[in-house]
Nanobody, 122 residues
Framework: QVQLVESGGGLVQPGGSLRLSCAAS????????MGWYRQAPGKERELVAT????????YADSSVKGRFTISRDNAKKSVYLQMNSLKPEDTAVYYC???????????????WGQGTQVTVSS
């Protein structure tokens, strides 16, 4: 009923930039919080940043503050992650996570994107 499609990952040199996108589609009534997580090889998935429906942002990891920017476009049902000054330690699979209420119902849950690989290497 609901699908999240991510795009924008890839290989970039240290100091480079990437912009991740995640678009929601399907029987969506409303969207609440949206966020990005990442999972590096051999590590647990960790929260990177969140943004509320009103635009309040939170960056969970101090290492990304000032380098990453989360934003959303409610009309497009999309969330973005602008990543600048990328470092090798940012290498991970990045997942979007979105809170959605299904249209014509009170059913709510969070959905995950399929993941997009970000590799920072020279």
């Amino acid at each position: 009923q609901v699908q999240l499609v991510e795009s924008g990952g890839g290989l970039v040199q240290p100091g480079g930039s990437l912009r991740l996108s995640c678009a929601a589609s399907g029987r969506i009534g409303s969207i609440s919080d949206m966020g990005w997580y990442r999972q590096a090889p051999g590590k647990e998935r960790e929260l990177v940043a969140t943004i509320t429906s009103g635009g309040t942002t939170n960056y969970a990891d101090s290492s990304v503050k000032g380098r990453f920017t989360i934003s959303r476009d409610n009309a497009k049902k999309s969330v973005y992650l602008q990543m600048n000054s990328l470092k090798p330690e940012d290498t991970a699979v990045y997942y979007c996570n979105v809170g959605i209420r299904i249209a014509d119902s009170y059913y709510r849950r969070t959905y995950w994107g399929q993941g997009t690989q970000v590799t920072v290497s020279s």
